[in-house]
């Protein structure tokens, strides 16, 4: 029986025929009450393995808002973008104190995009705002042995599960976050982390809860670059 918090999904080499997706914006073919999507630039190639980040949207969102936090920079960047929609307001293990419907289709998401895409494994990212942040930190902690990189933007805490891997950590968060506020949040996760040894690069701005440009450009650059230095 596999555990409660790992995704099993692995990207690997295409071969033999296949439906690669056109550029755009795809409905992928999951079931479940809400939709979710895959965004291909025009810039990805299909023979040539691409960044991908599964996104995650915050609490009362939906995959629209996870593809928001980065679609303005996908295709300059080349990044394939998986958003999958949560099954209640928001993740599983803060709507049911579990894993479960959420990680499912997590796995499902990724398993077409991998299916369907050539992806980088060494720019393989999970990443969301405010819940979703929460929900990337956990899964990506988690799942280090899949996900390259983790960009957690105002995170509240991390899940439980069994940590694997080392994957590079980028963590932002308003310094007025009347939401989620930096010090029990952000900080401390901070913290806990890097006594735990993690890469990790840290980011605080004054402003509230919030994705400056910015921050979103640093941590898109980041990825694409495939660092691996934490720094800040």
């Known amino acids: 029986m596999s555990d409660p918090d790992r995704l099993l999904a692995r990207p690997h080499p295409l071969t033999g025929p296949r439906a690669v997706p056109a550029p755009g914006l795809h409905t992928l073919p999951l079931g479940g009450r809400r939709d979710s999507y895959l965004f291909v630039p025009e810039s990805v190639k299909p023979a040539r393995p691409a960044p991908l980040v599964l996104l995650l949207h ?18 300059h960047a080349g990044l394939i973008l998986v958003a999958p929609t949560s099954s209640a307001s928001t993740w599983d293990i803060i709507a049911r104190r579990r894993y479960g419907p959420d990680l499912a289709l997590a796995d499902a998401a990724l398993g077409h995009a991998f299916a369907h895409c050539a992806v980088d494994p060494r720019r393989l990212a999970v990443g969301g705002f405010s819940d979703g942040a929460s929900y990337a930190l956990s899964l990506g902690l988690n799942n280090g042995d899949l996900f390259s990189h983790v960009l957690a933007l105002s995170p509240g805490f991390i899940g439980p599960g069994t940590r694997r891997g080392r ?15 930096i010090g ?12 735990g040894g993690y890469p990790l690069t840290y980011r605080e701005f004054e402003g509230e809860h919030t994705i400056p440009p910015e921050i979103a450009q640093e941590a898109v650059a980041r990825l694409v670059a495939g660092a691996h230095r934490g720094e800040g």
């Open 58 to 75: 915050g609490a009362g969102g939906h995959a629209h808002d996870g593809l928001r936090m980065l679609l303005h920079l996908a295709e």
């Open 167 to 181: 994957p590079d950590l980028f963590i932002s968060h308003g310094t007025r976050d009347g939401i989620l506020p």
């Open 184 to 195: 029990p949040c952000s900080r401390s996760i901070v913290r806990e982390l890097r006594a």
